[in-house]
């Protein structure tokens, strides 16, 4: 083992120490595995995946920033995954099912697994906004999208046609 501290510790931080400082993890610009056409919709988003270089395994934790008229994700729902979000800073549109309701710092919004209400967040401001986004890894989920014809399934990791033929 070495006695350096991870590149994600802070400075002068033991080894065993699982802290992790935002500021050292890389971010992913618009990063996605949806298929053309859909990426556009994400292409303002920032995400750095904090959970990750902590070792966290069994729920995921991500801090996400959305620039002006980005969106965190097509409007989907999760089968088998809950998630979860907490606004740091900015003003986010939560859109799903019944409407849009807006979000600012210390609000937060749950979407339980297998209810079929779609949501995402959408940058309606002209500031960048910032999220925690934390969810569950239960294997076998779907990701369905009420708006698309789009289904993603994490068995296969493929993204499919509602009918089940692929992109």
């Not at 904090?50 to 980005?70: K, M, S």
């Not at 979000?85 to 549109?93: A, H, K, P, R, S």
């Not at 239960?138 to 993204?159: C, I, N």
């Amino acid at each position: 083992m070495s006695d350096k501290p991870p590149a994600c510790a802070p400075p002068g931080a033991p080894p065993t120490v699982p802290v992790l400082d935002p500021a050292a993890v890389g971010a992913k610009l618009g990063a996605t595995d949806y298929p053309e056409p859909f990426r556009a919709a994400v292409a303002g988003r920032l995400r750095k995946r904090l959970g990750n270089p902590l070792g966290i395994t069994n729920f995921g934790v991500n801090l996400t920033r959305l620039e002006p008229g980005a969106s965190s994700a097509l409007r989907h729902w999760h089968t088998r995954q809950d998630e979860f979000v907490y606004v740091l800073d900015g003003e986010l549109t939560l859109v799903t099912d019944a409407g849009e309701t807006v979000l600012r710092p210390g609000m937060c919004a749950g979407f339980p697994a297998g209810k079929p209400d779609g949501h995402q967040l959408v940058n309606r401001s002209d500031e960048p906004a910032t999220y925690l986004e934390v969810g569950d890894r239960s294997a076998g989920d779907e990701a369905h999208y009420p708006d698309e014809d789009l289904r993603y399934d994490s068995v296969t990791d493929l993204f499919t046609h509602r009918d089940g033929t692929p992109w």
